[in-house]
């Protein structure tokens, strides 16, 4: 039998007494994610812990997500570096790539959504500044995301066993990993190239991080009772509920910047008409 005053490490599973693991140094009193957890100072000094290993955390969400974050949750997380403030940072350098480069993914994400907008009875003008500043403020609308998707992810995946907050940290994981989608396209972005060459590798980006989020959700599930099937259909269905949520706050976001900013200024091209990025990626005017 344990002596009373012994801890097991959830970390590496060193059994000892204090407060720090002798072998990878977490703490002994390693908690769940509660409310009350998030106020503590425990949390504050993880959330802003750069020891960390960052660069691990962003190769094993490339390479094992889902056990990364299964991992994280149970209590390993001495080696990993603070969900929140990896998504911080991902968007930090996502926002300066994104200023930096040649061609951006909001012009993409402009043309895209531009024409099919186009034969939207109440249409307005969308430029690529309005997708520009609503990417610039993406964790706003996070904090939309986040809470809704968690609370329709613990309907779909009960037997998992995690609270709402373990949700959310989930979320934000899944968020960190498409963030680094934008961080290839960014990088991409730098070098100067024709805008259709660019916009066909943001699009195959964007379907290589859909089949990541998927992956995600299939590791996750691995440690439930759920049969294979029901693996499946959990897993594509908090899949698809992650990229519905994301996809519509976005345009929702999107949408309404656009039009206030044209019933604030309106726009000089006549109602229905979109320009559109040409050959360097610049918006060229539509031609009559």
């Given amino acids: 039998m344990q002596p009373e005053n012994e801890v097991h490490c959830l970390n590496c599973g060193t059994t000892f007494r204090g407060e720090f693991c002798p072998a990878c140094g977490q703490r002994a009193n390693t908690r769940r994610f509660t409310a009350g957890y998030l106020f503590s100072r425990d949390f504050l000094e993880e959330t802003f812990n750069f020891d960390r290993g960052f660069l691990r955390t962003v190769k094993e969400l490339l390479t094992r997500p889902g056990y990364l974050v299964a991992d994280y949750l149970a209590g390993k997380r001495k080696r990993y570096f603070n969900f929140l403030g990896l998504l911080l940072i991902l968007l930090a350098i996502e926002a300066l790539l994104s200023s930096l480069g040649y061609n951006s993914v909001a012009a993409v994400m402009q043309e895209s959504l531009g024409a099919s907008l186009q034969n939207s009875k109440n249409f307005v003008p969308l430029t690529v500044e309005d997708v520009e500043e609503v990417l610039r403020n993406q964790k706003l609308i996070f904090l939309i995301v986040v809470p809704l998707t968690a609370l329709l992810h613990r309907l779909i995946l009960k037997r998992l066993g995690y609270n709402f907050l373990e949700h959310c940290v989930i979320v934000t994981f899944v968020l960190s990993l498409n963030t680094l989608t934008g961080l290839a396209n960014g990088i991409i972005g730098l070098f100067p190239m024709d805008y259709g060459l660019y916009k066909n590798a943001v699009q195959i980006l964007s379907l290589l991080v859909l089949?990541?989020?998927?992956?995600?959700?299939?590791?996750?599930?691995?440690?439930?009772?759920?049969?294979?099937?029901?693996?499946?259909?959990?897993?594509?269905?908090?899949?698809?509920?992650?990229?519905?949520?994301?996809?519509?706050?976005?345009?929702f976001s999107i949408g309404v910047l656009s039009g206030y900013n044209n019933y604030e200024s309106p726009a000089e091209k006549p109602a229905g008409e979109v320009a559109r990025p040409d050959s360097t990626g610049t918006l060229a005017a539509p031609m009559n």
Avoid: I, K
């Fill in 211 to 251: 089949a990541y989020d998927l992956w995600l959700f299939w590791q996750l599930s691995s440690s439930s009772t759920y049969t294979r099937a029901g693996r499946v259909w959990r897993a594509a269905m908090s899949w698809l509920v992650f990229t519905l949520v994301l996809a519509m706050s976005l345009q």
